[in-house]
């Protein structure tokens, strides 16, 4: 147990739809990840947030949006659902927002959209 | 832009051997961290092994370790005494803070272990 938690662990909706994925880091860990696995792109960083502030952007889509809350829970929207949507969210936290500190991954949320 | 490249899609080894899984990466940056990240079947990543490239010494934990070779941009990760529990997908990442000054990491597309009794 890596102490990230995400929710929910399944998410099955339909095209066109709107969902939330929800993220709470590891105690004392200020900085939070986002990243989608699915089979054709693979691992990819999405965006990360670090004490409520938006850090770095990645492949993120323009129907996809974050944000990290005071409590340095995170939130990520996905809007207007495709088909490509579908894959494994995860998220990871770290204490810091920099490179060598390490990452520690939450169990995903898997998306899919029929 | 950076890249990592896992050339080798699946791997498999006899249980108590080594086997060793390539990664290079591409990159103009002297500043960077390299690591190892298993996901079993479970789909839980995890940490295996992480390497800074100003060290010269390559990392090791318990039966990790890692051949990193600056200079050709290389970074395996040899598994001894190979376990059934070690079966998983491991993926190499990257991580360039020096100008980047982010901790996003960049991953190759994974390579599958299958471990035989």
Known sequence: ?114 | AQTVTQSQPEMSVQEAETVTLSCTYDTSESDYYLFWYKQPPSRQMILVIRQEAYKQQNATENRFSVNFQKAAKSFSLKISDSQLGDAAMYFCAFNSYGSSNTGKLIFGQGTTLQVKP
């Open chain 1, 1 to 114: 147990d890596s102490g990230v938690t995400q929710t929910p662990k399944h998410l099955i909706t339909a095209t066109g739809q709107r969902v939330t994925l929800r993220c709470s880091p590891r105690s004392g860990d200020l900085s939070v990840y986002w990243y989608q696995q699915s089979l054709d792109q693979g691992l990819q960083f999405l965006i990360q947030y670090y004490n409520g502030e938006e850090r770095a952007k990645g492949n993120i889509l323009e129907r996809f949006s974050a944000q990290q809350f005071p409590d340095l829970h995170s939130e990520l929207n996905l809007s207007s659902l495709e088909l490509g949507d579908s894959a494994l969210y995860f998220c990871a936290s770290s204490v810091e927002w920099w490179g060598p500190d390490t990452q520690y991954f939450g169990p995903g949320t898997r998306l899919t959209v029929l």
